[in-house]
Structure formats: structure tokens, C-alpha cells
């Protein structure tokens, strides 16, 4: 059997532009920021050497070690949420596009009025990324690997 009797196989293969990749680059640090903070909650409490502390609830009103332990809970949901928004950006799910434009416009809503109304813990990082992860989840060409612009529609590109 000679090399032209062989079936050729076409594969297409789309190259994943470098802004998915730097989305989801974001979307992992942000991850490991967040894995780190309710690590550093629960640390502080005592609860990895220690266990559980006694007095979390006082009838069903936590304490403030309580509040803590809720604040780290929260922050090990939100790092697990961006692992997986990050994952499904590098596979180009349109859930993961959605799901990270609504977390980022969120982000910038209480950075914003973090900002306005004086905060002095106001982190401008996570208001810059934001921004910036708005933007390139905006691109043309990044709209239309996820499905969310067809690319037959109309746009400032082809009028160039």
C-alpha cells in the first residue's frame, strides 16, 4: 500500500486566539487569590490546627469567629467557581463566556462604588482586571468562537 492509497485525515483545527488564553490566565490567578484568602481565614481561626472552634453560633446568631468561617467557606466556593469559568474558557464553552462576563461586570459594580464612596480597602487590581477582561471577552473574534456573535453579522471589521 503506497502513501496516496492512504485515507488522509482533515482535521480542522482552530487556533484559540492568545486573549482566551489570557482570560483564562486571569481567571486562574484569581482563582489561587481567593483559594488564598479563605485559606488565610481559616488559618487565623485556628480551625486547621485546631478544628472547629466551640462558639460559632450563639443560638443562631454566629459569632464572629462564625462570620469568619462563613467568609472562608465563601471564598473556597468562589475559588472553585473560577477554576471552572477558567477551565471552560480554554475549552470555549459559552457558559464559561457568560458566567465570567456577569462576575467581572460585578466586580467592577463593587469596585466602583467601593471607589465612590471612599473605601479605603478599595482594590483597584481586581477594578483593572475587570476592565480588562470586559474587554477582551468584547472582541469580535473572541464573540464568535463562543457563539455569542454569529460571524456571518455584521461588523466594524469588515468595513475596513
Same mark, same amino acid.
Given at each position: 500500500?503506497?502513501?496516496?492509497?492512504?485515507?488522509?485525515?482533515?482535521?480542522?483545527?482552530?487556533?484559540?486566539?492568545?486573549?482566551?488564553?489570557?482570560?483564562?490566565?486571569?481567571?486562574?490567578?484569581?482563582?489561587?487569590?481567593?483559594?488564598?484568602? =479563605? !485559606?488565610?481565614?481559616?488559618?487565623? &481561626?485556628?480551625?486547621?490546627?485546631? @478544628?472547629? %472552634?466551640? +462558639?460559632?453560633?450563639?443560638?443562631?446568631?454566629?459569632?464572629?469567629?462564625?462570620?469568619?468561617?462563613?467568609?472562608?467557606?465563601?471564598?473556597f466556593v468562589v475559588s472553585i467557581s473560577a477554576y471552572l469559568i477558567a477551565i471552560g474558557l480554554i475549552g470555549?464553552?459559552?457558559?464559561?463566556?457568560?458566567?465570567?462576563?456577569?462576575?467581572? =461586570? !460585578?466586580?467592577?459594580?463593587?469596585? &466602583?462604588?467601593?471607589?465612590?464612596? @471612599?473605601? %479605603?480597602? +478599595?482594590?483597584?487590581?481586581?477594578?483593572?482586571?475587570?476592565?480588562?477582561?470586559?474587554?477582551?471577552?468584547?472582541?469580535?473574534?473572541?464573540?464568535?468562537?463562543?457563539?455569542?456573535?454569529?460571524?456571518?453579522?455584521?461588523?466594524?471589521?469588515?468595513?475596513?
Open positions: 500500500m503506497s502513501l496516496r492509497e492512504i485515507p488522509q485525515v482533515k482535521t480542522r483545527v482552530e487556533k484559540r486566539p492568545i486573549a482566551i488564553t489570557i482570560v483564562g490566565l486571569i481567571a486562574v490567578i484569581a482563582a489561587f487569590g481567593y483559594f488564598m484568602r =479563605g !485559606f488565610l481565614i481559616l488559618e487565623n &481561626l485556628g480551625i486547621l490546627k485546631n @478544628g472547629m %472552634p466551640d +462558639s460559632i453560633v450563639i443560638g443562631i446568631i454566629p459569632t464572629e469567629a462564625g462570620l469568619q468561617l462563613i467568609i472562608g467557606i465563601y471564598y470555549a464553552h459559552r457558559w464559561s463566556w457568560v458566567a465570567f462576563m456577569i462576575w467581572s =461586570g !460585578f466586580n467592577m459594580i463593587v469596585g &466602583l462604588t467601593r471607589y465612590f464612596y @471612599g473605601a %479605603p480597602e +478599595s482594590n483597584y487590581l481586581y477594578l483593572f482586571l475587570s476592565v480588562v477582561v470586559a474587554y477582551i471577552l468584547n472582541l469580535s473574534e473572541v464573540q464568535k468562537l463562543f457563539g455569542i456573535q454569529k460571524p456571518e453579522e455584521e461588523s466594524y471589521e469588515n468595513y475596513e
